[in-house]
């Protein structure tokens, strides 16, 4: 199964958060991940983490765009 990435945000504890966006590249994720984190006040940290789930979003030309189920 081909990897895939998610963007996770840390609001207070040691825990990260995940929502349900997925993509195919880790430097994806990871922007994902820094814009939620610069517009979330309350959040702390930001990462990119692996997943196994299939991709259902990319980024193309700074613009988020959900992968239609048949290009999956």
Do not use: C
Not at 9 to 38: C, P, R
Not at 56 to 72: F, H, S
């Amino acid at each position: 199964m081909m990897m895939s990435w998610k963007p996770a945000i840390k609001t207070s504890g040691e825990d990260f958060h995940l929502n349900g966006q997925t993509f195919e590249t880790k430097e994806e994720a990871e922007a994902m991940a820094k814009d939620i984190f610069n517009r979330w006040m309350l959040a702390t940290d930001h990462k990119a983490v692996e997943s196994d789930e299939p991709a259902n979003y990319r980024i193309t030309n700074g613009v988020l765009e959900p992968i239609q189920k048949e290009e999956a």
